[in-house]
């Protein structure tokens, strides 16, 4: 069974900082893309980073936000500055992974992290 833990978390205020930490456990043999994507309430879910062959980045939060991955630890991370009020979202992160060899490629969420920018 693969999980996928988010942490770091809070609340911040306008201009500050926060580093998200997603770690996936379990049985993985092997992870293509890892990513966040945050909801914001009455809102759809949106793609803010993706990282894998490529990265990239919603247009809106380039420069801003940094993502980053560690492969011998399974885990991405979410570098977020001059964080502003309408960033204030749960905030997922997602895994493109094989569980075993040769099985097909399933995409797990993990259960979110809240992240909430005010003074």
């Known amino acids: 069974q693969v999980r996928l833990v988010e942490s770091g978390g809070g609340l911040v205020q306008p201009g500050g900082s926060l580093r998200l930490s997603c770690a996936a456990s379990?049985?993985?043999?092997?992870?293509?893309?890892m990513g966040w994507y945050r909801q914001a309430p009455g809102k759809q879910r949106d793609l803010v980073a993706q990282i894998g062959s490529i990265t990239n980045y919603a247009d809106s939060l380039k420069g801003r936000f940094t993502i980053s991955r560690d492969n011998a630890k399974n885990t991405v991370y979410l570098q977020m500055n001059s964080l502003k009020p309408e960033d204030t979202a749960v905030y997922y992160c997602?895994?493109?992974?094989?569980?075993?060899?040769?099985?097909?490629?399933?995409?797990?969420w993990g259960q979110g992290t809240q992240v909430t920018v005010s003074s």
């Open positions: 379990g049985s993985i043999f092997s992870i293509d893309a």
């Open positions: 997602n895994a493109r992974l094989q569980d075993k060899r040769g099985n097909a490629w399933r995409t797990y």
